[in-house]
Protein backbone atom coordinates (compact mmCIF):
# COMPACT_ATOMS: atom_id res chain seq x y z
CA UNK A 1 0.00 0.00 0.00
CA UNK A 2 3.04 2.50 0.51
CA UNK A 3 4.24 1.87 -2.58
CA UNK A 4 0.99 2.35 -4.48
CA UNK A 5 0.90 6.03 -2.75
CA UNK A 6 4.41 6.73 -2.78
CA UNK A 7 3.78 6.01 -6.95
CA UNK A 8 0.55 7.57 -6.99
CA UNK A 9 2.20 10.99 -5.67
CA UNK A 10 5.35 10.93 -7.75
CA UNK A 11 2.68 10.80 -10.40
CA UNK A 12 1.13 13.56 -9.22
CA UNK A 13 4.13 15.89 -8.86
CA UNK A 14 5.56 14.91 -12.48
CA UNK A 15 4.05 16.99 -14.39
CA UNK A 16 4.44 19.91 -11.81
CA UNK A 17 8.01 19.32 -12.59
CA UNK A 18 7.82 19.08 -16.33
CA UNK A 19 5.76 22.76 -16.34
CA UNK A 20 8.85 23.36 -14.22
CA UNK A 21 11.63 22.78 -16.24
CA UNK A 22 9.12 23.24 -19.92
CA UNK A 23 9.29 27.26 -18.41
CA UNK A 24 12.90 27.57 -18.50
CA UNK A 25 13.47 27.49 -22.26
CA UNK A 26 10.50 29.84 -22.49
CA UNK A 27 12.14 32.43 -20.27
CA UNK A 28 15.59 31.88 -22.09
CA UNK A 29 13.64 32.58 -25.35
CA UNK A 30 11.87 36.05 -23.63
CA UNK A 31 15.39 36.83 -22.61
CA UNK A 32 17.00 36.71 -25.97
CA UNK A 33 14.09 38.16 -27.44
CA UNK A 34 14.17 41.10 -25.28
CA UNK A 35 18.06 41.70 -25.64
CA UNK A 36 17.63 41.51 -29.65
CA UNK A 37 14.30 44.02 -29.51
CA UNK A 38 16.58 46.49 -27.15
CA UNK A 39 19.41 46.83 -29.94
CA UNK A 40 16.99 46.27 -32.88
CA UNK A 41 17.18 50.28 -33.85
CA UNK A 42 20.70 50.69 -33.12
CA UNK A 43 21.78 47.48 -35.58
CA UNK A 44 19.20 49.03 -38.21
CA UNK A 45 20.18 52.48 -37.89
CA UNK A 46 24.41 51.34 -38.89
CA UNK A 47 22.79 51.16 -42.32
CA UNK A 48 25.92 48.59 -42.89
CA UNK A 49 23.55 45.03 -43.16
CA UNK A 50 24.26 44.23 -39.32
CA UNK A 51 20.50 44.15 -38.88
CA UNK A 52 19.80 40.96 -41.56
CA UNK A 53 22.08 39.17 -39.12
CA UNK A 54 18.53 39.14 -36.62
CA UNK A 55 16.75 37.57 -39.42
CA UNK A 56 16.59 33.79 -41.16
CA UNK A 57 17.77 33.56 -44.43
CA UNK A 58 13.96 33.03 -46.23
CA UNK A 59 12.77 36.09 -43.87
CA UNK A 60 9.87 38.42 -44.80
CA UNK A 61 8.95 41.66 -43.47
CA UNK A 62 4.87 42.39 -43.93
CA UNK A 63 4.84 46.25 -42.97
CA UNK A 64 1.41 47.69 -43.29
CA UNK A 65 0.06 49.15 -46.85
CA UNK A 66 2.71 47.42 -48.42
CA UNK A 67 3.67 43.98 -50.77
CA UNK A 68 5.71 41.65 -48.06
CA UNK A 69 9.22 41.85 -48.19
CA UNK A 70 11.31 38.35 -48.56
CA UNK A 71 14.69 37.96 -48.52
CA UNK A 72 17.98 39.41 -47.01
CA UNK A 73 18.42 41.18 -50.38
CA UNK A 74 15.09 42.69 -50.32
CA UNK A 75 15.18 43.57 -46.71
CA UNK A 76 18.78 45.21 -46.65
CA UNK A 77 16.83 47.63 -49.29
CA UNK A 78 13.78 48.13 -47.06
CA UNK A 79 16.47 49.57 -44.04
CA UNK A 80 18.90 51.13 -46.13
CA UNK A 81 18.82 54.79 -45.73
CA UNK A 82 15.92 54.45 -43.58
CA UNK A 83 15.36 56.91 -40.69
CA UNK A 84 17.42 57.26 -37.73
CA UNK A 85 15.24 56.14 -34.82
CA UNK A 86 14.96 54.57 -31.31
CA UNK A 87 12.75 52.03 -31.02
CA UNK A 88 11.34 50.76 -27.79
CA UNK A 89 9.76 47.36 -27.62
CA UNK A 90 7.00 46.47 -25.01
CA UNK A 91 6.35 42.44 -25.18
CA UNK A 92 2.83 41.65 -24.52
CA UNK A 93 2.52 37.77 -25.25
CA UNK A 94 4.92 35.02 -26.14
CA UNK A 95 3.28 32.35 -28.09
CA UNK A 96 4.74 28.84 -29.37
CA UNK A 97 6.73 25.62 -27.53
CA UNK A 98 10.66 27.78 -27.23
CA UNK A 99 12.34 24.64 -29.01
CA UNK A 100 10.53 25.71 -32.89
CA UNK A 101 8.90 28.80 -32.95
CA UNK A 102 7.79 31.59 -30.89
CA UNK A 103 5.44 34.09 -31.93
CA UNK A 104 5.97 37.69 -30.42
CA UNK A 105 3.23 40.27 -29.90
CA UNK A 106 4.68 43.73 -28.36
CA UNK A 107 3.90 47.64 -28.99
CA UNK A 108 6.23 49.68 -30.03
CA UNK A 109 7.04 53.20 -29.76
CA UNK A 110 9.75 55.07 -32.46
CA UNK A 111 10.88 58.23 -31.05
CA UNK A 112 14.04 60.51 -32.92
CA UNK A 113 17.33 60.46 -32.11
CA UNK A 114 16.26 63.44 -29.41
CA UNK A 115 13.50 61.84 -28.28
CA UNK A 116 11.06 63.10 -29.95
CA UNK A 117 7.63 60.83 -30.78
CA UNK A 118 7.64 59.81 -34.07
CA UNK A 119 5.20 56.70 -34.09
CA UNK A 120 3.72 53.89 -32.32
CA UNK A 121 2.17 50.57 -33.20
CA UNK A 122 1.97 47.00 -32.64
CA UNK A 123 4.29 44.40 -33.95
CA UNK A 124 3.33 40.46 -34.41
CA UNK A 125 7.22 38.65 -34.93
CA UNK A 126 7.85 34.94 -35.59
CA UNK A 127 10.80 34.07 -34.36
CA UNK A 128 12.35 30.66 -35.54
CA UNK A 129 14.73 28.89 -33.46
CA UNK A 130 18.23 28.11 -35.84
CA UNK A 131 21.61 26.66 -35.24
CA UNK A 132 22.52 30.24 -34.30
CA UNK A 133 19.75 30.93 -32.11
CA UNK A 134 16.50 32.76 -32.36
CA UNK A 135 16.19 34.79 -35.41
CA UNK A 136 13.01 36.58 -37.06
CA UNK A 137 11.54 34.63 -39.64
CA UNK A 138 8.31 36.72 -39.90
CA UNK A 139 7.94 40.53 -38.85
CA UNK A 140 4.54 42.38 -39.13
CA UNK A 141 4.22 45.63 -37.77
CA UNK A 142 1.76 48.38 -38.42
CA UNK A 143 1.69 52.24 -36.81
CA UNK A 144 -1.68 53.02 -34.79
CA UNK A 145 -1.48 56.48 -36.20
CA UNK A 146 -4.68 56.53 -38.69
CA UNK A 147 -3.51 56.29 -42.57
CA UNK A 148 -3.20 60.02 -43.67
CA UNK A 149 -5.32 60.75 -47.00
Not at 12 to 39: L, M, V, Y
Request: positive net charge.
Amino acid sequence: MKKILTVAMLMGISPISKAQTNSDPFQQARKAIEANNAIYADLANKNDGSILTRYTEDACLLPANAAPICGKENIAKFFKDGPKVHVKFTIQHLYGDASTFITEESYYEMTDLNGNKLDEGKVIVIWKNTAEGLKMHRDMFSSNKPVSK
